[in-house]
């Protein structure tokens, strides 16, 4: 295991603004996921963030690597709680593998997590609210929060059943209960999931 993690601030200035958002949609899962706080402060630095304001990226970069090590360290091989990571990822991966890989995978995550979010709230895990507050903020970082039109709700889900949280028939999701709080491992088979599914 590492003894330190170094990070430089200032490489992020490299990146063109596209490449920083990307990085953006996994900041807002961990947010989303576990810290409402946080989800709070990208809420109201999104302007600071996207300006690349090197008090605000500490800030963010450090509760993140935080919030990681608190997972790792209690579920290092993923056999529960890291599951908690995948949020957004199990449809962001199947729109990404249906792009061909042209869509990157913060476009993609942020994609899945709108979409996984509204599967949250039609089961009746999350308020509408709740919902348009995360679509709400990771447009403020220019990311996408709809599928593409060219894909179908069949690809998707077809797609999803390759996915490495699948187990048997089903699916196995990390769904949102609200801003700050999330539940692993909810199972939907297809049928479920194309009654859910909505773009």
Known sequence: QPKSVYIDLSVLNTLPDAELANGMAEVIKYAAI???TLFA???ANSTKLRARNLDALHHIIKKCCELKKSIVQKDER???LRRILNFGHTIGHAVESLSHYRIPHGQAVAIGMIAEAGISARLGLLTTH?????KRLVA???LPV???KTMTAESIIKATAGDKK????????????RIGK???GVPLSAEQSHKLFSR
């Not at 709740?130 to 995360?134: M, P």
């Not at 048997?168 to 209960?177: C, F, P």
């Open 34 to 36: 576990m810290d409402k």
């Open 41 to 43: 402060y990208l809420e």
């Open 78 to 80: 993923e056999t529960g």
């Open 130 to 134: 709740a919902l348009e507050r995360l």
């Open 140 to 142: 403020a970082y220019h």
């Open 146 to 148: 709809s599928i593409p």
């Open 166 to 177: 699948a187990r048997g028939t089903a699916v196995h999701y990390t769904l949102l209960e």
């Open 182 to 184: 999330s539940r692993i």
